[in-house]
T-cell receptor, first 117, second 113 residues
Framework: GAGVSQSPSNKVTEKGKDVELRCDPISGHTALYWYRQSLGQGLEFLIYFQGNSAPDKSGLPSDRFSAERTGGSVSTLTIQRTQQEDSAVYLC?????WGSGDQETQYFGPGTRLLVL | QQQVKQSPQSLIVQKGGIPIINCAYENTAFDYFPWYQQFPGKGPALLIAIRPDVSEKKEGRFTISFNKSAKQFSLHIMDSQPGDSATYFCAANGGGSNYKLTFGKGTLLTVNP
């Protein structure tokens, strides 16, 4: 079946512009995560959605970052007034529901490579 | 605060060698420890995972060794192949209802033919 998809695959923007990154999780997966991967760094947790529960936003680095998940499926990560330090690969992952026996396995998309000039 | 420390940053071995990548964690609430493999331009993919109630887990050529008292775990790749050349990340989560992962900084493995 189809895996996690993300769009765009690459995004170049100018400092100060807003960007939107999209994630389509695996069909039926109730949990969705956003991570950021900077050069030479591991993956940094940003935000977590689980079903209809309030999202865990504890990893968002500033109030310029926000995310939403509509209809329990597609998610959009928005970065307002982009800065050069926002340049990174933004990865989305999804996992199946609690109690499924596989809820801890996160399946990652290919990422969106963001470059802020 | 880096909760999962991974070493080495890079590793070069010859085909057939056994690269070992080590991770140490601080948070004793962690109870799930996966390893991810990432090829250039791709997202990470789960390789193998372990829980602290076992000391070793094998899947094919990949083995995780886990030392709960030392709060350390490691990945061993038996009979390594050039196709294993990738970046490897260890990670951990704290269970409960939030499975967000805390990652190490990664190890770039090169397996020479």
């Amino acid at each position: 079946g189809a895996g996690v998809s993300q769009s765009p695959s690459n995004k170049v923007t100018e400092k100060g512009k807003d960007v939107e990154l999209r994630c389509d999780p695996i069909s039926g997966h109730t949990a969705l995560y956003w991570y950021r991967q900077s050069l030479g760094q591991g993956l940094e947790f940003l935000i977590y959605f689980q079903g209809n529960s309030a999202p865990d936003k504890s990893g968002l680095p500033s109030d310029r970052f926000s995310a939403e998940r509509t209809g329990g499926s597609v998610s959009t990560l928005t970065i307002q007034r982009t800065q050069q330090e926002d340049s990174a690969v933004y990865l989305c992952a999804s996992s199946s529901s609690w109690g499924s026996g596989d809820q801890e396995t996160q399946y990652f998309g290919p990422g969106t490579r963001l470059l802020v000039l | 605060q880096q909760q999962v420390k991974q070493s080495p940053q890079s590793l070069i071995v010859q085909k057939g060698g056994i690269p070992i990548i080590n991770c140490a964690y601080e948070n004793t609430a962690f109870d799930y420890f996966p390893w991810y493999q990432q090829f250039p331009g791709k997202g990470p993919a789960l390789l193998i995972a372990i829980r602290p109630d076992v000391s070793e887990k094998k899947e094919g050529r990949f083995t995780i060794s886990f030392n709960k008292s030392a709060k350390q775990f490691s990945l061993h790749i038996m009979d390594s192949q050039p196709g294993d050349s990738a970046t490897y990340f260890c990670a951990a989560n704290g269970g409960g209802s939030n499975y967000k992962l805390t990652f190490g900084k990664g190890t770039l493995l090169t397996v020479n033919p």
